[in-house]
């Protein structure tokens, strides 16, 4: 069965870091690319940072470049979004999400662009 499963989100402090995890099963990291999204509250869904399987080039959304780091482990076939500087704003849903077609170049992450979707995990950033 193909599937991401996402974890690592909580309540943090402004500054504060979190790591989320995002497990992918049923293919390998490999083949497919990966992208993170998150979605306030009475917000449009955003792409955050996305990673070609080919070469491990990465994509980061301005809001987050400096602050934010996508990478991943073919081995445990999981992809890992590392949240520094955390602040308020980025309080959201996030959620990992696989690309629809096999060694798709990804740039700025488009939902429509991907087909397979985790179930979410929830960020929280206030003190």
């Known amino acids: 069965q193909v599937q991401l499963v996402e974890s690592g989100g909580g309540l943090v402090q402004p500054g504060g870091s979190l790591r989320l995890s995002c497990i992918a099963s049923g293919f390998s990291l490999e083949n497919y690319g990966v992208g993170w999204f998150r979605q306030a509250p009475g917000k449009e869904r955003e792409g955050v940072s996305s990673?070609?399987?080919?070469?491990?080039?990465?994509y980061y959304t301005d809001s987050v470049k400096g602050r934010f780091t996508m990478s991943r482990d073919i081995a445990r076939n999981t992809v890992y979004l590392q949240m520094n500087s955390l602040k308020p704003e980025d309080t959201a849903i996030y959620f990992c999400?696989?690309?629809?077609?096999?060694?798709?170049?990804?740039?700025?992450?488009?939902?429509?662009?991907?087909?397979?979707w985790g179930q979410g995990t929830q960020v929280t950033v206030s003190s």
């Open positions: 999400a696989r690309t629809v077609n096999r060694d798709a170049r990804i740039g700025a992450p488009r939902a429509r662009d991907f087909g397979i």
């Open positions: 990673l070609n399987n080919k070469d491990g080039t990465t």
